[in-house]
């Protein structure tokens, strides 16, 4: 049995979270951390890591990047793995995660999953067939409550992409600032927030006469609950080490 702790579990991804380990019987959620200590689901609730007197085998967290530090030193100190599913890191936390990985388990990704992970592969695959004979455009789109843009995941898209084509590109984000021809060797990244979408990834490689175009949209968030329960438990018994979908999906 894997006992987990949400981080940001009065949020909609830490119900989600709830929902889905609720229905599972080899993990169960045995704490949460939260602004609001208010409990609904039966388990008690922290406002901080440092508060936490519960033990469990891994914490889950759908917060925001501003806990990042007081998590890493909980799991520092307490050597508990940490699933890490919050977006929109600056450069400078990313490298703290990977110097705390050293250390503890850390799962890191920007999705969890699965569909994406696969559009991912299958783009990294067409940008080694096509290499710069084509123009490479990602467009995401998510519900207009989202603030970080762009999205983790098309980062994650574009830097997959990159590292095929010996990081040669550079990542382009508003064109209307600019008056001259397309370089090749740019990935344009474009967002649109609005209504209720959930998300969706479109990546467009547009060549001469023709254009290939591979998409994944989420319908329900509950597909990324779903992928960070099944790395919290992937993780459990892993040594220290940075870990992502990549990892779960061997």
Same mark, same amino acid.
Request: proline share 3%; net charge negative.
């Given at each position: 049995?894997?006992?987990?702790?949400?981080?940001?579990?009065?949020? +909609?991804?830490?119900?989600q979270v709830f929902s889905c380990a609720?229905?599972?019987?080899?993990?169960?959620?045995?704490?949460?951390?939260? @602004?609001?200590?208010?409990?609904?689901?039966?388990?008690?609730?922290?406002?901080?890591?440092?508060?936490?007197?519960?033990?469990?085998?891994?914490?889950?967290?759908?917060? %925001?990047?501003?806990?990042?530090?007081?998590?890493?030193?909980?799991?520092?100190? %307490? +050597?508990?793995?940490?699933?890490?599913?919050?977006?929109?890191?600056?450069?400078?936390?990313?490298?703290?995660?990977?110097?705390?990985?050293?250390?503890?388990?850390?799962?890191?990704?920007?999705?969890?999953?699965?569909?994406?992970?696969?559009?991912?592969?299958?783009?990294?695959?067409?940008? +080694?067939?096509?290499?710069?004979?084509?123009?490479?455009?990602?467009?995401?789109?998510?519900? $207009?409550?989202? @603030?970080?843009?762009?999205?983790?995941?098309?980062?994650?898209?574009?830097?997959?992409?990159?590292?095929?084509? $010996?990081?040669?590109?550079?990542?382009?984000?508003?064109?209307?600032?600019?008056?001259?021809?397309?370089?090749?060797?740019?990935?344009?990244?474009?967002?649109?927030?609005?209504?209720?979408?959930?998300?969706?990834?479109?990546?467009?490689?547009?060549?001469?006469?023709?254009?290939?175009?591979?998409?994944?949209?989420?319908?329900?968030?509950?597909?990324?609950?779903?992928?960070?329960?099944?790395?919290?438990?992937?993780?459990?018994?892993?040594?220290?080490?940075?870990?992502?979908?990549?990892?779960?999906?061997?």
């Open positions: 049995m894997t006992r987990i702790i949400i981080s940001g579990c009065n949020g +909609k991804m830490g119900r609720a229905d599972r019987d080899d993990c169960e959620v045995v704490a949460g951390i939260d @602004i609001s200590t208010e409990t609904e689901n039966g388990y008690p609730i922290f406002s901080k890591p440092s508060e936490i007197n519960i033990e469990a085998d891994v914490i889950i967290d759908f917060s %925001n990047p501003a806990l990042l530090p007081s998590l890493l030193q909980y799991a520092q100190i %307490n +050597k508990m793995p940490l699933v890490l599913c919050t977006t929109g890191y600056s450069k400078a936390q990313i490298e703290t995660i990977e110097n705390v990985s050293k250390e503890v388990p850390v799962f890191y990704s920007g999705n969890m999953s699965i569909g994406v992970n696969l559009l991912i592969e299958l783009s990294k695959k067409a940008a +080694k067939a096509l290499g710069n004979s084509f123009d490479i455009e990602i467009i995401e789109k998510h519900h $207009n409550q989202k @603030i970080d843009a762009p999205s983790g995941t098309a980062l994650m898209i574009a830097n997959s992409i990159s590292s095929v084509m $010996n990081n040669n590109m550079h990542y382009v984000y508003d064109r209307h600032s600019q008056r001259k021809k397309r370089e090749s060797t740019e990935i344009g990244i474009h967002s649109v927030r609005g209504g209720t979408i959930v998300g969706e990834h479109e990546v467009l490689f547009a060549g001469k006469n023709e254009t290939i175009t591979i998409t994944h949209t989420a319908q329900s968030k509950e597909i990324f609950a779903i992928g960070a329960v099944n790395a919290a438990i992937y993780l459990k018994n892993m040594p220290a080490g940075l870990y992502d979908m990549g990892d779960l999906l061997k």
